[in-house]
């Protein structure tokens, strides 16, 4: 087979969002149709109306864009082995119901029910990562069309994989145990069956299988959430699959050219969130000034902030190193808002225990009042001398400045933090925090 015939499909059901099992199952697929050169797949298997929602497509179609995972051939872009949704493709599964009943290799129960005759034969399924499974088959026959004459996943998955060509499927190692049938569907058919690669489930971090209504289950949250799209698919493609080394920031070109099937592990693999976190901010970090601050800047504006443009463009490069995710950055700078900022209770018990927190705070306001000009330079000089006058080093004077002019133990660079607040919020804010020292 030259890899240009490559053909793999992701075929979602359109039963809410994009949950991140089937995300990073498309994501293999695709990652692997660009690495030989060949043809992504997008079918909807919409024949169960029951599980349907509204919108359920749209959100599966915007969860995959958001990832960069475009399709060649699908809905909204159409191809030649369509139509790309099941409900629409009964006359190609009643064609092939046809074919069978002319093999006599399918009966109809009084029920209307149609059943497949089993060959009852052990299948072997050579799998791209399972490695040579064996099952035998001593099951009953399949339905493969209900009463109602709708048919079942296996016959219709079977169905459009044969018509669409498809070479490889990759898919989740919980549908090994279904392959026999689609196999024996094949054969019956009078066709080869396609490359199989069944690869690890996702497991939460305590063991049990990943479902729906865990945490970090929607792709469609991380987008909301402001993580970057580049390390979302950077995370799960390491989600069972290895470079064989020890890299783990990898541009997508670099994992479309080393991804292949003999890095795909075995073991389940285990989401962790952390792990995810600690991606996307060395991405982050990693952003040009300009991509950095279009992303930052919208997750602030997002938030619906009240703080100027001109704060922004200062206090955000600020920030590039001291947040994981662009949705944490409105709580971080948060005390740019009004007159006020809330204090960090763990920061305020800090102050509380040192018994200089008072002077040091009445220093520095007698300190900023005197200052002529409210610049770096002068600021820093003022906490200098409110330093000396306490006989002090001026260190010791930083924790309880930012504490007061931010609410917080940490952040940015301080100075400019105080040049950003100007002076009568700086003071407004010292003195309310030595009044609340000394009730």
């Not at 890899?3 to 995300?23: D, I, M, N, Q």
């Not at 990652?31 to 797949?41: E, K, M, N, T």
């Not at 002529?372 to 001026?394: F, H, M, N, R």
């Not at 400019?416 to 009044?435: N, Q, S």
Request: proline residues 5%; charged residues 25%.
């Amino acid at each position: 087979m030259s890899s240009s015939t490559v053909r793999t499909r992701f075929a979602p059901s359109p039963t809410g969002y994009l949950h991140v099992g089937g995300a990073r199952t498309a994501l293999f697929n695709w990652l692997y149709a660009r690495h030989c050169g060949g043809s992504f797949v997008l079918r909807i298997e919409d024949t169960d109306k029951t599980r349907n929602i509204d919108d359920g497509i749209e959100a599966i179609l915007k969860g995959m864009r958001w990832l960069g995972m475009e399709w060649d051939e699908g809905p909204e872009i159409g191809g030649d082995r369509g139509p790309y949704f099941q409900s629409q493709r009964q006359d190609l599964y009643d064609k092939h119901l046809e074919t069978l009943q002319s093999k006599d290799l399918v009966y109809t129960e009084e029920n209307g029910a149609v059943r497949f005759k089993s060959p009852g034969k052990p299948v072997v399924v050579d799998d791209q990562v399972c490695g040579r499974v064996e099952f035998t088959r001593d099951e009953p026959d399949m339905t493969i069309r209900r009463p109602d004459g709708s048919y079942i996943f296996h016959f219709v998955n079977v169905t459009d994989d044969l018509e669409m060509g498809i070479t490889h499927v990759i898919r989740g190692e919980d549908h090994l145990s279904n392959t026999p049938k689609h196999i024996e569907l094949f054969e019956a058919l009078g066709e080869a069956p396609p490359t199989y690669a069944h690869i690890p489930l996702i497991l939460n971090p305590d063991g049990s299988k990943m479902s729906k209504r865990d945490l970090g289950a929607s792709v469609t949250d991380y987008a909301d959430k402001a993580y970057l799209p580049e390390a979302v698919v950077n995370y799960l493609a390491l989600l069972g699959w290895s470079p064989k080394d020890d890299t783990e920031l990898l541009p997508l070109t670099e994992i479309i050219e080393r991804f292949d099937f003999p890095g795909i592990n075995k073991s389940n693999a285990s989401f962790d969130l952390v792990k995810l976190n600690w991606v996307n901010g060395q991405r982050l970090m990693a952003l040009d000034e300009s991509t950095y601050w279009k992303h930052a800047s919208a997750a602030v504006k997002a938030a619906d902030m009240d703080i100027s443009e001109e704060s922004l463009r200062k206090i955000l490069p600020l920030m590039q190193t001291k947040v994981s995710i662009a949705s944490e950055l409105p709580e971080k700078i948060a005390f740019l808002q009004g007159n006020h900022c809330d204090l960090d209770s763990k920061a305020l018990e800090k102050l509380a225990k040192d018994a200089q927190s008072t002077d040091k705070l009445e220093a520095l306001i007698k300190a900023f009042e005197d200052t002529t000009s409210w610049e770096e330079v002068t600021i820093d000089a003022a906490i200098e001398a409110a330093a000396g006058s306490l006989e002090q080093k001026k260190g010791k004077l930083m924790f309880p400045t930012r504490v007061a002019a931010s609410g917080q133990a940490g952040g940015p660079d301080l100075l400019t933090v105080l040049v950003l607040l100007g002076k009568e919020r700086v003071l407004l804010r010292f003195r309310e925090l030595l009044a609340q020292l000394g009730s």
